[in-house]
């Protein structure tokens, strides 16, 4: 057995612990679980993308929002989402 130390930010390591801990694991335990994952695929068991410029805008236009800079449009039922969309 092999020891791993790492360092992670507190916060990271905080947020993760608790939803580790609603599935039932660990760091331990989930970290066992990629490095399988890798080891049986040869490779990052997950999509790593450059994201492209529509994503890019969404992220900007979330942080826009999250900081308050600008207001977020909001629908009283997905029938008036939908026909904003144009859907």
């Avoid at 890019?56 to 008036?80: D, H, N, P």
């Amino acid at each position: 057995m092999a020891t791993i130390n790492i360092r992670i930010e507190d916060e990271l390591k905080k947020e993760s612990e608790k939803v580790l801990s609603e599935l039932g694991l660990g760091l331990t335990g989930a970290l066992t679980i990629f490095l399988k994952a890798v080891v049986r695929t040869q490779s990052i068991p997950f999509p790593i993308e450059i994201p492209n410029k529509t994503t890019l805008k969404a992220f900007k236009e979330v942080e826009q929002i999250s900081s308050g800079k600008v207001r977020a449009k909001k629908y009283s039922s997905a029938t008036e989402l939908r026909k904003d969309l144009k859907v």
